[in-house]
């Protein structure tokens, strides 16, 4: 994978976590389909649904789903239920070959860097950490620490100023929809990391 910037420099670089750093988007698939079965969803959830709603959090995609289909699953039991498996198989995990390599580049530097996913933080520091990126990041930002999650720009407004950066000296880098509008909403420059499957884009 090539990523192309953009011809200019940033005070701050911030990252998504999954699908963008780590590659783990199919393996959070599979714990979502193994936590709804566990939980009795009465509906089918395709591989192009997940990818399409990625980087929203999780409590809120089980909220999304119980809306549209009628039904009332927990949306705490689900996600944990979902974190439990996932946990479990972090074994699996590889990191995002081109952007593990920009991360190791711009810490190199001493630029400013930090990540901002939709993930719980019991997730995103095993992985990282499994994946050998934890120890770049002195800043994660979750949803613990908003009130919106993606696609509005909290999340990336907060890491801004964590960082003591101006969003428009941000460089976003994302995988999902929801994480490029919240970048676009930020005031925030982006570049897109493709992680689904070529029948999904």
């Not at 699953?73 to 995002?96: A, G, I, Q």
């Not at 930002?141 to 407004?157: E, I, Q």
Request: proline share 6%.
């Amino acid at each position: 994978m090539t990523l192309t910037l953009p011809d200019r420099s940033f005070a701050a670089y911030i990252f998504d976590c999954d699908g963008t750093l780590v590659d783990s988007m199919p393996l959070h698939y599979r714990a979502w389909i193994a936590s709804f079965r566990q939980h009795g969803a009465p509906f089918e959830w395709s591989e192009g649904e997940f990818y399409a709603g990625a980087g929203v959090p999780d409590r809120e995609i089980v909220a999304g789903l119980n809306a549209r289909h009628g039904c009332r699953l927990d949306p705490d039991l689900v996600h944990e239920t979902k974190l439990e498996w996932f946990v479990s198989h972090l074994h699996e995990l590889t990191p995002v070959a081109a952007v593990a390599e920009l991360v190791r580049e711009f810490h190199g530097r001493g630029e400013k860097i930090a990540v901002a996913t939709g993930s719980d933080l019991s997730i995103v520091d095993p992985e990282l950490e499994h994946v050998g990126l934890r120890h770049y990041f002195d800043i994660i930002v979750t949803p613990a620490d908003v009130k919106r999650g993606k696609p509005a720009p909290d999340m990336f407004l907060l890491a801004a100023e964590k960082m003591g950066v101006a969003p428009a000296d941000c460089l976003v880098f994302e995988d999902g929809k929801a994480g490029i509008q919240a970048a676009d909403a930020a005031g925030m420059a982006s570049v897109f990391v493709p992680s689904a499957p070529t029948a999904f884009c």
